[in-house]
C-alpha cells in the first residue's frame, strides 16, 4: 500500500482520505513518519481515487493542507522555551559592538571641539565619558551622546531579562557558568537541542572559531577556551593551568546542557559535584605545579 | 526565458522584494538570484508554463517568486522556520506555489505530498548536495532536468572549489545522471557553481 495525502492506494484500487483539513493534517502527520516504498505519482491519480474533481482543486486542496502543516510547525518551533533566548542574546551582543562603535565615535569627535582632552593617565569610564557630552556638548553630538546612554540601558535591562530566561531554560548550565555565558553558549550552538549534542571538547572552543580554524590549517596551538574564557574561574585562573580549568569546566557543561535539555530541571547533586570539581581543578593543578 | 533590452523578467504581480519593474515585467536580479545568474552565464533550462518543479532551499521565497510566474506550479521545500514565515507570505499571494515544510534531506518526509516533477531544482547549503539531489531524483520524471546550484563552501571550508565542482559532477554521473551543464556562476557568486542534469531514460539511478 502507498499512502499519499488524498488517500491510500492498494494494487485493487483506492481509499480516499477524509476532506475535513483538520483530519487531513492530522493524518499527514502520521503518513510522513510511516517509512515505505516511495512509488512516483501523478496528481490525475488522486481524481481516480475520488478525491478531487480537477488540476485546480487538487492543488488548492494541497496546499491549503501544506499551509496549515507549515503554520502549525513554526508554532510548535517558536513555543519552544529556547526560541526567544536566541534573537535575545544576538541582539546583546549586536549592542554591546554598537555602543562600543558609537562611543568611540563620538570621543573623537568630543577630542576635535577640546584640543587639549585626553583620556590617557586619566581613568575615565567611558559612560562617564558619554554622560559628559551630553550634558555639555550642544548640537547633534550632545543628542548621539543621549542616544548612546539611552542604548546602554536598553542593553543593562537585556541583559538582565537573557540572564534570567536563561536560568529558566537552562538551570544547570546557567548555575555552572552564569546565565549570561550560558545564553551565549546556547546562542553558538543555535539552540538547546544543539547544545546538548555537543561534545565537551567543542563546548570548550566554542566561540573561538578563528583561532581553531588557525589551529587546524597550519601549526599555531589549539585555542584553550571559547566563550567560556568568560566565565571568572577560566579568567581568574592562573595562566598555565587556565586549560585545565576550561577543559574540566566544559566536561560538566556538556553534562549539565544534557540534563537540562533531557530533564530540564536543576539537578542539586550533579551541581554540587560539578562545582567542586571545578573548583579543585584549578586549586590542585596549582598546587601540583607548583611543587 | 523572457528578456527585455537583455534584462531577465518575469511576468507576475510585483512587490515580492521590492523588486524593480520594466515594462511591467518583474526584474530577475542576477546577483540577488542563482537561478538568474545561471540565464546569465549560461544556457540553463528554459521553464516553461505546462512544468511542474520541485524547488529544494526554498528560503525566503524571493527566486521561487520568479520561478512561480514561468512554472505550471512548484513545490518549495524549506527546512528553517524564520525564512518559512515569509515562503508563506510569498504562497499566500501565488496561488501556484505549495509550501512544505521539511528537511530536503529526508525526501521520504514530503514523499505523500509531492508528484512526479518536470524539474528539480536544489539550493541548500549542506555538506552533502550531491546525495540530497541524487535522493530527491525519485520525483523527478525521465527526460527531465536537475539545476543543482553547488555552494561549494559548504561542502568543505577547506577544499579547493574547483576540487568540490568535479567531485560532485562525478557522483552525479555515477548515479546514472547525465550531465548537460556544468559553469561557475561568477561574477555574480563567487565559490558558486550550477550544474544542470538529465534523467536518462534508461537511468541507472538507484
Same mark, same amino acid.
Given at each position: 500500500m502507498s499512502s499519499y495525502w488524498f488517500g491510500d492506494v492498494e494494487a485493487g484500487g483506492c481509499t480516499p482520505a477524509a476532506g475535513d483539513p483538520a483530519l487531513l493534517e492530522a493524518r499527514l502527520r502520521s503518513i510522513r513518519t510511516s517509512p515505505g516504498p516511495f512509488v512516483p505519482f501523478t496528481w490525475q491519480l488522486a481524481v481516480r481515487c475520488g478525491a478531487v474533481r480537477d488540476r485546480t482543486e487538487y492543488i488548492a486542496r494541497l496546499r491549503e493542507l501544506c499551509v496549515a502543516d507549515a503554520e502549525r510547525r513554526i508554532r510548535e518551533i517558536y513555543s519552544q522555551k529556547d526560541a526567544e533566548l536566541l534573537p535575545m542574546v544576538r541582539m546583546l551582543d549586536e549592542l554591546d559592538t554598537v555602543i562600543n562603535l558609537l562611543s568611540e565615535r563620538a570621543a573623537e569627535w568630543h577630542q576635535v571641539r577640546h584640543p %587639549?582632552? %585626553?583620556r590617557k593617565y586619566r581613568r575615565i569610564p567611558a559612560h562617564n565619558l558619554v554622560r559628559t557630552m551630553r550634558e555639555k556638548s550642544p548640537g547633534a553630538l550632545g543628542l548621539v551622546a543621549g542616544r548612546i546612554e539611552d542604548l546602554a540601558a536598553a542593553r543593562t535591562e537585556l541583559a538582565k531579562e537573557v540572564s534570567a530566561r536563561a536560568y529558566g531554560v537552562m538551570p544547570n548550565t546557567s548555575a555552572l557558568i552564569g546565565g549570561l555565558v550560558a545564553a551565549r553558549l546556547l546562542s553558538q550552538a543555535g539552540g538547546l537541542a544543539g547544545l546538548a549534542r555537543l561534545p565537551a571538547s567543542t563546548i570548550q572552543v566554542l566561540g573561538a572559531k578563528t583561532a581553531l580554524f588557525a589551529h587546524l590549517r597550519t601549526r599555531s596551538p589549539s585555542p584553550k577556551h571559547g566563550i567560556i574564557f568568560q566565565h571568572r574561574r577560566v579568567h581568574n585562573a592562573p595562566k598555565r593551568v587556565r586549560g585545565r580549568v576550561a577543559r574540566v569546566l566544559a566536561g560538566k557543561l556538556a553534562i549539565a546542557a544534557k540534563i537540562d535539555f533531557y530533564r530540564g530541571e536543576s539537578d542539586r547533586v550533579f551541581l554540587e559535584a560539578a562545582q567542586k570539581h571545578i573548583d579543585t581543578a584549578g586549586g590542585e593543578a596549582a598546587d601540583a605545579l607548583d611543587q | 526565458m523572457l528578456w527585455i533590452n537583455d534584462v531577465l523578467v518575469s511576468q507576475g504581480d510585483g512587490g515580492v522584494y521590492n523588486e524593480r519593474m520594466l515594462g511591467g515585467a518583474r526584474v530577475w536580479d542576477p546577483y540577488r538570484s542563482k537561478l538568474a545568474a545561471l540565464y546569465y552565464v549560461g544556457k540553463g533550462i528554459e521553464i516553461s508554463a505546462d512544468q511542474i518543479v520541485l524547488y529544494l532551499g526554498a528560503a525566503n521565497g524571493t527566486t521561487v517568486s520568479h520561478v512561480a510566474d514561468y512554472a505550471e506550479c512548484v513545490y518549495a521545500v524549506e527546512f528553517a522556520p524564520r525564512p518559512m514565515q515569509d515562503l508563506l507570505e510569498v504562497a499566500r499571494r501565488r496561488t501556484n506555489i505549495v509550501p512544505i515544510m521539511a528537511d530536503a534531506k529526508n525526501p521520504e518526509q514530503y514523499a505523500p505530498l509531492v508528484e512526479q516533477v518536470d524539474l528539480l531544482y536544489q539550493d541548500v547549503a549542506q555538506p552533502d548536495q550531491a546525495a540530497i539531489a541524487i535522493r530527491n531524483c525519485v520525483f523527478l520524471r525521465t527526460g527531465g532536468y536537475l539545476i543543482l546550484m553547488l555552494k561549494t563552501r559548504s561542502v568543505d571550508?577547506?577544499?579547493d572549489p574547483a576540487e568540490v565542482f568535479a567531485r560532485t559532477i562525478e557522483d552525479l554521473q555515477i548515479a546514472g545522471l547525465q550531465v548537460v551543464e556544468s559553469i561557475w556562476l561568477m561574477p555574480y557568486h563567487s565559490d558558486h557553481a550550477a550544474i544542470v542534469c538529465t534523467k536518462p531514460a534508461n537511468g541507472g539511478l538507484a
Open positions: %587639549s582632552f %585626553s | 571550508m577547506r577544499k
